[in-house]
């Protein structure tokens, strides 16, 4: 595979000035709905609901005249996904080895997620698994022949207040669900706007013409916390998961610190 070259210029005044004429998506987000409203591992209490406000949506799922509201898979595919559901589950997992779920997965984490915008690109730090995502919206095109990468490449442009964003380009290591595979003709669009100046709606359409029979589209919400940082999240870090000789995965449940008994 062979990686893109595009030739990018220093910024401008006038570049940075129009980055501030686009829709403020700078800062920290939180995947609505998580911890009903709010997550109180991340120090937030759920929406009250007689302060007069409204709470933000959780994710939902929406039909659309071109999509499907829950995975329509081909013939082949389904038996894949039913076969799947009807084995156990595996132990050793690739999250559980500190990878990370891939596109789109990565966006549906319950961590925050913080939105940078520069000219020519967007950055998304994602707390989870420490990753980062890179939307160019400099004016390149999309790889006509991607390295394959858990989140792909994306590319973005702005239609009025609407950020878009095109991904191609996955790793082995992505999956439609547990036991069906992409293919290569998998592709991703999101579509970032503002709801309001602290909410901001996400809506996913996945195509994949060897797997699925028809677009597959889900709608996310974010809530904007203006005095949130993103954390440390080191996966091997106190990592209690291992797996032994025989393959089997386990759990070292030793509280850490305690005394090793003689």
Not at 14 to 19: K, L
Not at 134 to 142: P, Q
Not at 212 to 221: E, G, K, M, N
Request: contains cysteine.
């Amino acid at each position: 595979m062979s990686g893109q070259q595009f030739e990018s210029k220093k910024p401008t005044p006038a570049d940075w000035s129009a980055i501030a004429k686009l829709p403020d998506f700078n800062g920290v987000w939180e995947r609505a709905g998580v911890g009903g409203g709010g997550n109180p591992a991340f120090g937030t209490a759920p929406a009250s609901r007689t302060s007069g406000g409204t709470q933000p949506p959780t994710t939902n799922r929406r039909a659309a005249p071109q999509g499907s509201e829950s995975p329509s898979f081909t013939p082949q595919s389904e038996t894949m996904r039913a076969a799947a559901a009807k084995a156990p589950q595996p132990e050793d997992k690739t999250t559980a080895n500190c990878l990370p779920p891939g596109m789109p997965g990565i966006m549906g984490q319950p961590y925050p997620m913080e939105f940078l915008l520069t000219p020519g690109k967007v950055t998304i730090v994602i707390e989870a698994y420490t990753q980062v995502r890179h939307i160019y919206t400099d004016g390149r095109s999309l790889p006509e022949d991607p390295d394959p990468k858990f989140f792909g490449t994306s590319i973005g442009h702005w239609e009025g207040d609407t950020l878009v964003a095109e991904t191609v380009g996955f790793n082995d290591h992505v999956e439609h669900t547990r036991g069906v595979p992409h293919s290569d003709k998998m592709k991703i669009v999101e579509r970032f706007r503002l709801s309001d100046p602290d909410t901001m709606s996400i809506e996913t359409t996945i195509t994949d013409s060897g797997v699925l029979t028809a677009p597959y589209i889900t709608t996310s919400t974010l809530r904007r916390h203006r005095n949130w940082t993103i954390s440390e999240y080191v996966c091997e870090e106190n990592n209690r998961n291992y797996v032994d000789q025989t393959g089997k995965a386990g759990i070292n449940l030793t509280v850490p610190g305690t005394p090793k008994k003689d």
